[in-house]
Nanobody, 124 residues
Framework: QVQLVESGGGLVQAGESLRLSCAAP?????MGWFRQAPGMEREFVAV????????YYADSVKGRFSISRDNAKNTVDLQMNSLKPEDTARYYC????????????????????WGQGTQVTVSS
């Protein structure tokens, strides 16, 4: 059973930064971050290929968020800068066996394993 554990969420003010971390299942998975705000559908945020060689971001976070991974430590991080109130959501780490090759892995259905999520709240 693959388990993902997120950490690093919290309450910050607009313009501040947070770094989320996920204990990942292993280096062969494509890893993604998603988020879900109350009353909204879960949405894609960012994805990184198994070897870190490719990344892709949702337009809403491009230029502000950065995804990275350390396969030696089996961790995947999401650095979030210039946070906005609309970034408030529960953030989920997810692992996919689909290869990030030519097509970014962005659909919820592409992901096999999910963490429990960590709450990020941005006040204005």
């Amino acid at each position: 059973q693959v388990q993902l554990v997120e950490s690093g969420g919290g309450l910050v003010q607009a313009g501040e930064s947070l770094r989320l971390s996920c204990a990942a299942p292993g280096r062969t998975f494509t890893m993604g971050w998603f988020r879900q705000a109350p009353g909204m559908e879960r949405e894609f945020v960012a994805v990184i290929a198994w070897n870190g060689g490719g990344t892709y971001y949702a337009d809403s976070v491009k230029g502000r968020f950065s995804i990275s991974r350390d396969n030696a430590k089996n961790t995947v991080d999401l650095q979030m800068n210039s946070l906005k109130p609309e970034d408030t959501a529960r953030y989920y780490c997810a692992a996919s066996s689909a290869a990030f090759r030519g097509r970014p892995v962005v659909a919820i259905s592409d992901y096999n394993y999910w963490g429990q999520g960590t709450q990020v709240t941005v006040s204005s």
